[in-house]
Every structure is written in C-alpha cells, then in structure tokens.
C-alpha cells in the first residue's frame, strides 16, 4: 500500500504537463483531472473534450497515450467516425458519473451516489481486455497504460476509471473539494498535510479571490 500511495503522489507531482493551455492537469488525479474537461472560462462552460479528436488530445496531453498510439487513434477515428463517436459518448457518460463522486461522495448523498457509480464503474472494468503496462518516464516519473485487445477505441477510459478506484479503495474521498470560487466547476484532492487547500490553481483562482479581497479593502 504505501508503495501504491508513493506512486500516487509522484504522478501528481507532474501533474501539470500538458501542452494544450486547454487542459487544466492541476485536479492531483487522473479521474479528477477528467472530470474537470467539463470545465469554465470567464463563466462560461466548456467541454473540452468535445470530439472525438480533442478527447484523444486531452489522453495524450494526460500521457495516458503515446504519441504512436494518440496518432493511431486519430487514424481509425477519421475511418470510423461511428466508433469513435461511440468512444466518445462513452466517455462522457463515464465522465457524468466521476462528477457526481467528486460532488457528492463525501456528503450525506454519499453512500448512495457510491453505490450508483461503483455500479458504472464495474460496468466498463467488466468488459476491459487488454494488457496493462507501467513504464518509465524520462522525468523519473511512472506511466501506468491499458492496451485493449481487438477494438482500438475499446479501453480507451478503463486508465480512467482505475484512478477513480484508486480513489475508492485509499479512501480519498474526503480530500475531495470543489474549487473555492463558486465560478468554477473544477475539483482536486487536497494533498497538503493541514488539509487547507481551497483553490484549483493558485495562479487563477487563488490571485483572483486575492485580488478581490484586496480591492473589497482598498
């Protein structure tokens, strides 16, 4: 377990290392960080994710994907827009459910909102076939991958879903929190030893508030 834990915070450690300024890597969790593409800009929401290609994108940015397997994906999907629409609606349902664990799994709603997406959860996992792999990566860091067997679209949200159960089983659900500005609809675990974390992303929301408080006293 505490090899597990370790493997945990050092993903999260390099977090932040996407290359799309779209993407906001900063939720500290694979899950979190998919459920926060359903995301804001100015108080508008926005999906990231939404194609099939920017879906792709987003697995590659979170090196769920290599660039050969990202650049494979992106091949069938032009030669099978119906599969990789399925893929993608798949997806999103998937997604759905993670927002409603990040919003609701410590709340009194919690127990049931568990059951409902353990339910989900055991959905996709029973049908994942595929080899898992963990390889290095050149920051020193782990890149834990689900390679499905036949279906190229097939698995494509099962790395997901595993750090979800990550979640669930190191019972993190507690250090679960919703960004602090009620504009925003992202979610992070707070990992900090005090266990004070209140924004997203220090360098937006965090110097927003900041900035508002010091007007509110100027």
């Known amino acids: 377990m505490y090899g597990h834990r370790r493997y945990l915070r050092r993903m999260a450690a390099s977090d932040d ?26 108080g508008i929401r926005t999906d990231t994710i939404a194609s099939f290609e920017r879906f792709v994108d987003w697995l590659r940015s979170a090196r769920v994907l290599d660039a050969d397997r990202a650049d494979a994906l992106r091949r069938r999907g032009a030669e099978q827009p119906s599969g990789a629409a399925a893929a993608l609606v798949e997806a999103r349902r998937v997604r759905a459910a993670l927002r409603s664990l990040a919003e609701r799994g410590r709340t009194d709603q919690g127990e049931r909102t568990k059951s409902v997406v353990l339910v989900e959860i055991n959905r996709v996992l029973g049908r994942s076939v595929g080899t898992r792999r963990v390889e290095a990566l050149p920051d020193g860091g782990f890149l834990r991958s689900f390679v499905p067997v ?62 508002l408080r010091w007007r509110g006293q100027s």
């Open 17 to 42: 290392h996407s290359s799309d300024p779209a993407f906001a890597f900063i939720g500290g969790r694979l899950w979190l960080n998919f459920v926060n593409t359903d995301d804001a800009r100015l």
């Open 150 to 211: 036949g279906d190229l679209f097939g698995g494509l949200i099962i790395p997901v879903v595993e750090s979800a159960v990550d979640s669930l089983v190191l019972g993190e659900l507690p250090r679960i929190h919703q960004c602090a500005d009620r504009r925003c609809p992202r979610y992070f675990v707070d990992l900090t030893r005090s266990h004070t974390r209140r924004w997203c992303d220090m360098r937006t929301c965090g110097n927003r508030a900041k900035a």
